[in-house]
């Protein structure tokens, strides 16, 4: 496929390396040529020094005939314009940008884009390594809102029912593994010691799952 | 007229001062607290702060405002300010600053763009396009009856110039009320050519309002609504 990158900076460049290491076709354009620089020497796409802002620009990066567009230059601004331009006017199937300033953030949802907030993603990361240590999510969902975390059962919960640690609109247990084995809990299911559960859980009832399970910090 | 515009550059700065001077509640909006401090006591407000922040335009006025003028130097800033100062702000009128020629036409009314200028022109003639709802200003919301009285101002580069009232073109259902000429308000029918700084006052319904803008200024590029509007 091929694949419009603006802004080559670290985040642009490495992108552009790795789809063009993998046989896609890659247009990278950035207006300061010194950043191609940062391109392998073995890059087999284009690099193209101009404004992504500019339409020539943009048609010469092919955007018409683009399978996606990832907006990643260094201005938030520019990243969101960008890509609300491939998605509505050049109708590009795949958009995705970076925002950087977490007060900015909500253009991306306001706008129904993807845009990756960059600076809240990554102090949401932190502030859970730290707060909740045992609580690392397998996997977010949407902007973070909602994660699904796996955490061994604590002794003292040990005979009590799996739907007992459900918070409805909060906290769901999903999935129970015991020795090897997973399975869907049913209602009557009960914990055992050593039993490891997945749990579905917003991002804001994290703190209420840790005192279920018992957790403390630091630790 | 109460006036917020984003972006106190040279130009930025030029506008609300010119703004000011024609008797407009202006406030500044920039990032840079240096900047608010040279300001003081040019009759401005200034708020210090990112215009593509609600809580920032909220804070200038935004709920109250007339107009916004997203006047930073760079483009891109310009559109997101103009798009969260039209949806969420709900500022009636938006003129927005094209810096580079290569970025027009991305302002548009997607963009909550109602009015796009560049800085290339004369201050005077910014100001006129800054004001571009000055041309066409809704003075009073009889949409209770479902009118709306506007008064568009004779510009230089105006259609409207040299011509009768009873010529202009305007839509049946607009009314041409008075002419208001040395500040005082004429009847239309004696009013004769209209001149250079004559404002005409229209009654008009909600949404008639581009339609009277095209009247007087129908070569208005950059205005969007003058051909892209749906229909």
Redesign the interface.
């Known amino acids: 496929m091929h694949l419009v990158i603006i802004g080559c900076g670290r985040t642009g460049s490495t992108l552009a390396a790795r789809f063009d290491s993998e046989g896609d076709s890659v247009s990278v354009v950035d207006d300061d040529p010194q950043s191609r620089r940062r391109l392998p020497d073995e890059f087999g796409g284009e690099f193209i020094e101009g404004?992504g802002?500019?339409?020539?620009v943009l048609e010469a990066a092919g955007i018409e005939d683009a399978e996606a567009l990832i907006a990643v230059s260094s201005?938030d601004?520019?990243n969101?314009?960008?890509a609300?331009?491939a998605r509505?006017l050049f109708h590009v199937p795949h958009v995705v940008g970076r925002i950087d300033?977490p007060?900015?953030a909500?253009?991306g949802v306001?706008l129904g884009l993807t845009m990756i907030a960059t600076v809240r993603t990554t102090v949401d990361r932190v502030h859970r390594m730290l707060r909740h240590p045992r609580l690392e999510p397998e996997r977010t969902f949407g902007n973070g809102e909602t994660l699904l975390v796996r955490a061994p059962v604590p002794d003292y919960l040990a005979g009590r029912k799996v739907a007992e640690l459900d918070v409805p609109g909060e906290i769901q247990a999903v999935e129970v593994s015991r020795g090897g084995h997973s399975t869907i809990p049913a209602g009557t299911a009960t914990l055992q010691t050593g039993d490891v559960v997945s749990f579905v859980v917003a991002a804001a009832s994290l703190g209420r799952l840790r005192s279920f399970l018992g957790g403390r910090w630091p630790q | 007229m109460n006036i917020v515009v984003a972006g106190a550059g040279t130009v930025g700065t030029q506008v609300a001062v010119a703004l000011v001077d024609a008797g407009n509640t202006v406030t500044l909006v920039d990032l840079d607290p240096g900047r608010a401090a040279q300001l003081a006591g040019r009759g401005l407000g200034v708020v210090v702060g990112d215009a593509a922040v609600a809580a920032t335009l909220e804070e200038a006025g935004g709920l109250r405002a007339d107009v916004l003028v997203a006047c930073t130097g760079q483009d891109p800033e310009n559109l997101v300010i103009s798009l969260l100062a039209r949806r969420r702000l709900e500022f009636p009128r938006v003129v927005a600053r094209v810096k580079d020629e290569r970025h027009r036409w991305l302002f548009d009314e997607t963009w909550g763009v109602d009015a796009a200028i560049s800085s290339a022109g004369s201050l005077v003639h910014l100001i006129e396009e800054a004001t571009g709802s000055a041309r066409t200003v809704r003075l009073a919301d009889l949409s209770a009856v479902g009118l709306v009285l506007v008064e568009a101002t004779v510009g230089a580069t105006s259609a409207a110039r040299g011509r009768l009232v009873t010529d202009l073109g305007l839509d049946r259902h607009d009314l041409a009320a008075a002419v208001i000429r040395h500040g005082r308000s004429i009847p239309t029918t004696a009013a004769r050519q209209l001149r250079v700084g004559d404002r005409v006052l229209v009654i008009t319904r909600p949404g008639g309002e581009d339609g009277v803008q095209r009247v007087f200024y129908p070569d208005d590029a950059g205005t969007p609504g003058a051909s892209d509007a749906p229909s």
């Open positions: 404004d802002l500019d339409r020539q201005s601004a520019t969101v314009v960008v609300r331009a509505d300033d007060a900015r909500q253009f306001d």
